[in-house]
Structures are given as C-alpha cells and as structure tokens.
C-alpha cells in the first residue's frame, strides 16, 4: 500500500497565498512519485483533522505561522506523526530573527548589526542612518520588509496603517550592497549558490513569487572562495540552529568590503518555498535532482523528535 502522505499548506499567516502554491506543487509531484496524498489547508483545528486522517508522514509545506514557528511541530510530536524539515527548536529559533542572529553570531557565523525596536519608535523617526533595513522579527517571504534610502525624511508612513499585521517587533539592520546570495541545505550536503537579480527595489515578495518577477543567476557571478564561503557558512548555520531536512540560507555580499568581510549572513529559513519560481527546486535541479526526488526525499527524511 502507498505511503499516505499529508501535505500541510494555506495556514493563516501573510504567507498564506504562497504555501497554498506550494503544497499544491508539492501535492502533485508526490501524486507523480506514487504517494497517497491528502491536500490539508490548515486550520486551527489542524490537531483533530490530522487525528482523523493518521497519515504515515506530515509534507510540511507552510510557511510563517504556524508551519514555520514550532507550533504545528509540536503538535506533529504529540500525534506522533513524523514530519518534514526542522523540529520545535530550530523552526522557532530561527523565526526569531534576533535570537536566531546571537546564535548564529555565537557560532562564528557573521551577521550584521542593527537593533530591535518597536512599529511606534520605527514609525516615529529614523532608527538608524540611512540607509537601512526595516523587517518584521518574525516572518518571511519579504513581506513587511522595507528599505529606507538615504534621501528619506522620514520612516515608511505604512507602519502607521491601523490593519499592519506584521508583529509591533521590527528589526532595523543597515542596508548592505551588493549581491543578494542564497544557498540550500539537503541534509548534510550544501547545494549551489544563487544570486538573486530582482526586477524591483530588493528581493520583495512579488520578486519571489511573480513570475518574471526576479532572475535566479545559477551558479552565482562571484569569486570561487566566496562561493565555496557561502557553501560552508550555509552548513554551518544549518547545523547551528539545530536545522533538519531542507533549508536555505540567504546572504548579502558587498564585494567592494575588504578581504571577504562584506559577507553576512541574514537568516536561515527552515521552511523554504516550493513554488514554481522558487529558489530550492532551482539548486535541487542543477544539482540533477527533480522536483520529484527533492519531495521525495523530504517524504522519506520525515522523523520525529527533530
């Protein structure tokens, strides 16, 4: 009989609208590798509908809260059913951006500065000199996510907008230029780098997830030390935060800094997209793994106490 396989998407996060197109990607190519798959669009009752069904393994394709927080971990652990990518730990540490940076910075791993501050200090005046970075402390797709320049006057005025749903905790980073990397993790093995060519301002979420809306240079356009420095920092934070299964790395590298310090390492997503346009499916595939395999092996990867 067939693996049966529950494929976790939707959620209620901002990130709502990608997962969906994910676990429905996903959803196929497990359909395609011979897998009983049940698509799950999850809710807060995802406790009681999973009980139900009592799949062989959970295909965790959220992405912000609460696929990628611990939160539907924990609950994994307690049905006892095995589950893809990091653990309870891992997936909440590394969507602390703040904590996940001292660990991270704890492990030799170099990251750059910046401070927490609250919506109402951002909103209020510059927190740092321009330019820099404004981000939500807990989420991802690049959503929230601003970039103050350095002929503002003043903060983005959308962080006084009454529907803001991104968290009152921001952190404020200098913005660094140059190239926008990222690298996956499979387990143990670092896959290639990278370099990411947004069509708009940054890396933002319609550069993510619209088509055309970025060009994905593979492999990246930088030194072979650099390359091979993104490889090791990427495994590095991996095992770092306690990661399992996939996860990526994304970097800024400012290539005019002297003897390599102008690489820095963001963040570590332990729930990387699976959509069409998405960075993982794209190293897996110049790596000579299909889309297929790479669920596959998340499938198969499925444990519990992660």
């Known amino acids: 009989m ?21 676990g429905a990607a996903c959803a196929a190519a497990l359909e395609g590798e011979g897998y009983r798959v049940t698509r799950v669009d999850v809710g807060r009752d995802v406790a009681e509908v999973l009980a139900r069904l009592k799949p062989d393994a959970a295909l965790n394709v959220l992405h912000g809260c609460p696929g990628e ?24 540490l ?7 940076k001292m660990v991270l910075a704890a492990s030799g791993i170099p990251v750059p500065g910046g401070r927490i501050v609250t919506r109402k200090e951002a909103a ?16 991802g797709s690049s959503v929230g996510v601003f970039i103050v ?16 749903s991104f968290g009152e905790t921001l952190l404020a980073e200098p913005f660094i230029r140059g190239f926008e990397l ?48 993104v490889q090791i920092l990427s495994l590095e934070a991996h095992r770092a935060l306690g990661c399992r299964g996939v996860s990526r790395a994304d970097f800024r590298y400012d290539d005019e800094a ?3 310090t102008g690489l820095v390492c963001l963040e570590v997503n332990t729930q990387p997209g699976m959509t069409e346009t998405s960075l993982v499916p794209d190293m897996a595939a110049f790596a000579g793994i ?6 596959r092996w998340m499938v198969e990867d499925a444990t519990l106490d992660r």
């Not at 539907?72 to 095995?82: A, K, T, Y």
């Open 258 to 260: 002297p003897d390599g």
């Open 124 to 139: 209020a005046g510059h927190v740092l000199k321009p330019p820099y970075v404004l981000k939500p402390n807990a989420g």
């Open 2 to 22: 067939a693996k049966h396989v529950a494929v976790l998407m939707g959620g209620w996060s901002p990130e709502r609208e990608v997962s969906l197109r994910s």
């Open 290 to 295: 299909s889309f297929g395999e790479l669920v």
């Open 149 to 164: 320049k350095e002929d503002q006057a003043h903060p983005p005025q959308e962080l006084y907008r009454e529907d803001w």
């Open 94 to 100: 590394a969507m602390d951006k703040v904590k996940a």
């Open 182 to 229: 990222t690298c996956g993790v499979m387990g143990d093995r670092a896959l290639d780098v990278i370099e990411v060519e947004a069509t708009h301002a940054f890396y933002d979420y319609e550069s993510k997830y619209a088509v055309g809306g970025s060009r994905h240079v593979l492999p990246a356009r930088i030194l072979p030390q650099i390359y091979q420095r």
């Open 69 to 92: 927080d611990g939160t539907v971990q924990g609950i994994l652990e307690i049905l006892r059913i095995p589950y893809s990518h990091s653990g309870v730990l891992a997936s909440a």
